[in-house]
């Protein structure tokens, strides 16, 4: 078995090395040893990467995405989480089909004034309703989201 270095997983993953040292701090992946000041990777690693890229491109925090890892390293998915998350998704698709077709409205609408149309100002009245009830939230780049109640 060859092993990778952390260049090489950089490269094939199209992650920066940081993002990698970061993954390793936080548990989500794990070097085997070092050549020199390099990190060495088992090839697996790679495959480890995109789980977490999909979990976090689907929207989990990274948080989320490290349970989803068994002690064993092995993914153990909860498919309870995984429906649930496709609802958020739907509702997030929902709203922002509903944004997008307002906005295009919006764009070629004859009214004088967008405040004039009434399309424009149902979508003011829906982005306000949202922004109300969302959590606040913080997210530092290259970082988890952190919630705010």
């Known amino acids: 078995m060859k092993l990778l270095d952390i260049a090489e997983v950089a490269e094939r ?9 970061f993954y390793e701090e936080k548990g989500l992946i794990a070097s085997v040893g070092r ?9 697996a690693v790679l495959e ?5 890229a999909l979990g976090t491109g689907a929207g989990f925090t990274l948080e989320e995405v490290g349970a989803m890892f068994g002690p064993d390293g092995r993914p153990r998915i909860d498919r309870t989480q995984l429906t649930a998350k496709a609802g958020e ?7 922002l089909t509903a944004m997008r077709d307002g906005l295009r409205h919006a764009a070629v609408c004859p009214a004088p004034s967008h405040m004039e149309c009434p ?6 009245r829906v982005a306000s309703a949202v922004r109300a009830r969302r959590p606040k939230s913080r997210v530092l780049p290259g970082r988890t989201q952190v919630r705010r109640a």
């Open 119 to 124: 399309t424009f100002r149902r979508i003011l």
């Open 89 to 95: 998704l739907d509702r997030a698709i929902r709203r």
């Open 13 to 21: 993953s199209g992650l920066p090395a940081s993002t990698l040292r």
């Open 35 to 43: 050549r020199g000041l390099r990190r060495l990777f088992e090839p």
């Open 48 to 52: 480890r990467l995109a789980l977490i």
